[in-house]
């Protein structure tokens, strides 16, 4: 667990704060680091506008004593103001409601305070900033000027604060300081942090309220202190230990990204980038299982829409034909063409957004097996029902009937057959978490696809193992950790 230190130059800030020591910089300067002391964070409210200075200092000496620090020595140097009087400028998305409030030849300035700002408008930039410039307290220009906004940072110290907006900062790093470091209580302590990446807004997650729940709970049981988090919560991501990516994955998403990041600062990730990397792009899914000979259903890369590549496809497969843009989730870009001109109009819309395309040969069946593979060992079992008067598991066009329906079976009750190919697919991927899709014609399987970060909901995956099934994921996750050797 992190412990928070507060290093302040002046006196006009309480003395004590809720989860964090504050002292004087002569005090971290002379009794720092002490044998024997918990992984620490430095929170550096000393002023650092000149080179060499105290709050320079104090960052340097912390990221020397392998203390995480804000603001970082670079994050200094990136604020430090110019030699002539400017401060540093750089781009934001500003939003369309921001330009209708910021007329052309005005400037707005306003205080971000860890990435927070008390003007909800102004909140998405903020963060923004935050995000590139991570600093306790940052000074925020914006100019409207005939060619766009210019937007110019500046930090500031705690001292240069009106009192209304000390007191807002201090209720900013209150709130840092808590979200960022929970006290372990008496009765329970951790050995680790694990973060949840979630997103609450999400019409179809990965894991419901509930899922959730249990994962939390299973993680305190070896050792895990588990918290959600949400993209916003991403610039803290080195105070955990591990990552667990519970929010529907995007190789152009804030998700691969915070796996990646996850990564190079040392926590144990679940997915991995790697794994997401692999698993969102359905061409390289095929090309490895025609590489690896994983079974899979008969399928043509197409690169553009012609005369001839339309015969093509037409020698290759019988109508229906599938069609699958190289990235997308939840049956969501897989589309199904009964006819030549069905087939050239889809070609056309698709190829339009994405360089390449997938065409497959259509095979129903009444369900889908899912495999939940953790490690490279089968998890859970489940067949997934076609959604009702349709071809898939979901009907996204349907409001009622959306969800065929899940059956969920112990692994060694699955035919031996479909599990191997399972395994098979996934062990090319990785050995994080996935589920992978088959379809099976008597006796033979088929691989549909891997998918880096499945389902697992209260009442359908765990319906079998029950809690034995959150305590296994949570149990991976000790295990690395301890095989990692950060207690």
């Known amino acids: 667990m992190f412990k928070t230190i507060v290093v302040v130059d002046g006196d006009d800030i309480p003395e004590s704060i809720d989860g964090a ?97 008390e003007l909800a408008l102004w909140q998405k930039v903020a963060r923004q900033i935050f995000a590139k410039y991570p600093a306790p307290i940052l000074r ?98 080195g105070e955990y230990d591990a990552l667990f990516i519970r929010e529907t994955t995007a190789i152009d998403h804030h998700t691969y990204a915070a796996a990646r990041r996850a990564e190079q600062e040392g926590l144990v990730v679940i997915d991995d980038s790697t794994s997401i990397l692999r698993c969102c792009n359905k061409i390289f899914l095929h090309d490895a299982f025609t590489y690896s000979g994983v079974p899979s259903l008969k399928t043509v890369i197409v690169s553009e829409r012609t005369e001839k590549e339309v015969e093509r496809l037409e020698k290759a497969f ?54 939940g593979v953790l490690a490279g060992r089968p998890l859970y079992a489940c067949r997934y029902h076609m959604a009702r008067n349709h071809w898939q598991i979901f009907n996204h066009r349907s409001r009622r009937h959306n969800f065929g329906g899940c059956e969920t079976l112990p692994t060694f009750e699955v035919p031996r057959a479909v599990v191997s190919a399972a395994l098979k697919a996934s062990k090319m991927i990785g050995r994080s978490l996935y589920g992978v899709d088959l379809k099976q014609r008597d006796d033979e399987v088929f691989v549909i696809e891997v998918n880096d970060n499945p389902n697992i909901d209260h009442g359908y995956e765990d319906r079998y193992l029950g809690n034995e099934l959150y305590m296994q994921v949570m149990a991976e996750f000790s295990s690395r950790l301890e095989s990692r050797g950060r207690a």
Not at 147 to 166: F, I, N, P, Q, T
Not at 337 to 346: H, S
């Open 318 to 371: 019988d109508y229906p034909i599938v069609l699958k843009v190289p990235e997308g989730s939840f049956s969501l870009g897989v589309f199904k063409v009964q006819d030549r001109a069905e087939l050239v109009q889809k070609l056309d819309e698709l190829l339009q957004k994405t360089s390449l395309v997938l065409a497959q040969e259509y095979l129903y069946t009444a369900f889908d097996w899912r495999i």
């Open 140 to 237: 925020v220009s914006v100019r409207r000027g005939e060619h766009g906004a210019k937007v110019e940072l500046a930090r500031s110290g705690y001292s240069d604060l009106s009192s209304e907006h000390k007191e807002a900062f201090l209720k900013q790093l209150q709130l840092h300081t808590g979200r960022a470091w929970r006290a372990p209580s008496a009765k329970q302590r951790t050995r680790w942090d694990l973060a949840i990446l979630i997103n609450p807004d999400e019409s179809h997650p990965p894991s419901d309220r509930e899922a959730l729940r249990l994962f939390v709970k299973a993680a305190h049981k070896v050792g895990i202190n588990a918290e959600l988090i949400t993209s916003h919560d991403l610039d803290a991501i």
């Open 21 to 117: 020591e504050v002292i004087r910089f002569e005090q971290y300067l002379s009794e720092y680091p002490k044998r024997g002391e918990p992984p620490t964070r430095i929170i550096n409210l000393c002023d650092t506008s000149l080179y060499l200075s105290r709050g320079y200092y104090c960052s340097l000496l912390a990221e020397a004593r392998q203390h995480k620090v804000l603001p970082s020595v670079g994050t200094i140097n990136d604020l430090r103001r110019r030699s002539d009087g400017t401060g540093l400028t750089f781009s934001v998305s500003l939003g369309q409601e921001i330009l209708q409030e910021l007329p052309s030849g005005t400037e707005h300035e306003f205080f971000v305070f860890f990435g927070v700002t």
